[in-house]
């Protein structure tokens, strides 16, 4: 049964990423654990990524999370179990939420996770995805405008 905090379906892959930057992120950046610390963070604007479990009972406890991160403009990401999530972690209980607030190294997998979240891709996918021709109209104009300068040097010099 759907829990009524769970406002979307999230991709294994997707839930995968966000666990896999929890483990980076703690290793070097700056994580909170557990409800009360994450609605500071958030209340606070120093998440970047929040991550909710979905196996939450009572739903009461995390309910508030996404309505605050949306407030916020914070991008939010579920994962299955809270199990799953303590372990990421490093805990050996499981835990409801948690937030990244300072990457560290794992500011590559925050950001496509909230890109694939959020529908939007990265910089980069965005690059990969521009048309051959764009490019190609590019370098013309560049190579234009030095003989513009080279011809109006020699136009003074005569």
Known sequence: MAKSYVKFEV???????ALEAIRVARQGGSVKK?????TKSIERNMSSLVIIAED?????VVMHLPTLCEQRKIAYVYVPT???????????VPCTAASIDKAAGADGMVKEVISK??????PAEQKSAEPKEKKEQKKPEKKAEPE???????NKKE
Not at 34 to 38: C, I
Not at 56 to 60: L, R
């Open 56 to 60: 939450v009972e009572p739903e009461e």
């Open 82 to 92: 809270k199990l799953a999530l303590g372990q990421a972690l490093g805990i050996n």
């Open 34 to 38: 557990g409800v009360n610390e994450v």
């Open 117 to 122: 979240v959020s529908g939007k891709e990265t």
């Open 148 to 154: 513009k300068k080279h011809n109006s040097e020699e």
């Open 11 to 17: 991709s294994k892959e997707v839930s995968n990423k």
